[in-house]
């Protein structure tokens, strides 16, 4: 197994280049499989993730070949129409091919995703949308066995409450090759959803209120294949922001380049600015100057133009370093709080009360032998070793590759003291 060994206290200088979006990626490549052919998506991250959705397409008979920044996914045959528990398992993503399949074969055998590790993340709205929009759905053994009336998907209507990314992605892709209209109301309005919705249409699908909360889709016999590129990653471009406010030097800007700041919803950005962070924006590079001293902003996550969920864990190290108290409230996940316990052993100085963290700033952290969680959660034990004193060690490195492309290498490049080693969990337990 792999763990980062962060030496804390130096200073984060120069440039930051943010890679492709993840959770934008996986959309794009489900969309892939509805046409018979050839798709290119440029832009597709290195990371495991994609590795794991790679191999769920393969199941169904498509084959998915890297091409240097993009991957090229011949879905010429697509015979075989499940996703099994064993990848599912891994990454939650992978029910998308529900939608995906039922789109493209007409029926879909896809294992239910189960618990995460910040509780139950239901998939309730994926099930009873696709029923409204005319899907025949059965619960088999932990599968959802799914298939479409005989000559397609009949649409219909349904009102998500509250709006889901995955829930629109997956009704989005099974409606698209339906045979009569569909009208989503509440429907996710994420930059991801967006760039989703431009491949479909870019492919032929007919939709219609893209980027607004009520998307209305007029079936079609089929797609066609296509050439399409990614967008930068919204959430790697937060972590770095916040990353050079906990560690750049004051006065002295850190620049961080294929950034897409208006994908981060205008929340995060007030609230960056009220820390005292001063930022530029010039095309795709956003320049970042840390002050001298940074407020204690509380926020409160929501989804999209929200403060993003997935930005909560590192806003948390941010408070650490701010001068007073404040807190992290997470209305879209209430118990995404696994890494405060890994935090204490930091010495961090903060009391979580339901779905709210409150942090008291302007303790010094100290290095600690620490273990990832999960993606997020991970990331800002990272950060956290940044800025402490001594040395941290982040154990379970697994769930950072799922998410991070190269974090160590683009840290050290900057300043950070930062790299991995392979260590035997057993024989030398992480946390000590
Ligand atoms: C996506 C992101 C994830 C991010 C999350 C919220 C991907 C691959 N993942 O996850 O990183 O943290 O958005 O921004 O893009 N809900 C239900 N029933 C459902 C589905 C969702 O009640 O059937 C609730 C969830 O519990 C949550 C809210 O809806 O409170 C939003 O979740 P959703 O947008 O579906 O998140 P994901 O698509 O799973």
New binding site residues.
Partial sequence: MDKLVIHGGHKLQGTLRVSAS???A??LMAAAILPRGVTFIDQIPHLR?IVTFSHVLRITGASVNRQRQGLEIDATRVVFPEAPYELVKK???S??MLGALLGRCGKAKVSLPGGCAWG??????????LKALGADIDLEQGYVVARVPRGGLSGGSYR??????????NLLLAACLGRGGSRIENA?I?P?VIVFCDMLTAMGAKLDGIGTRTIEVEGVDQLHPIKFSNCPDR?ELGTFMIAAAIAGIPGDPVLITNAQPDHLGQEFLDAFQRTGCFYKIDKDTITITPPDVLKPISIT?A??PGF???LQAQWTILLSCANGTASVTD????D?FNHIPELYRMGLRAEVNGNTVTVHGGHHLTGAQVMSTD??ASVSLVMAGVVADGTTHVGRIYHLDR?YEQLESKFSQCGINIHREQYNEFENPPQG
């Avoid at 998500?160 to 992605?169: D, K, Y």
């Fill in positions: 993840k959770n934008a996986l959309p993730d990454m939650r993503a029910f998308y139950p993340r239901p998939v309730n709205l994926h099930i009873e949308g998500f409450e509250p709006s889901s990314v995955g829930a629109t992605v996710a994420e991801d959430i996550t989804i999209y993003p969920t997935d209305q879209v996940y209430g995404r993606l997020r998410g």
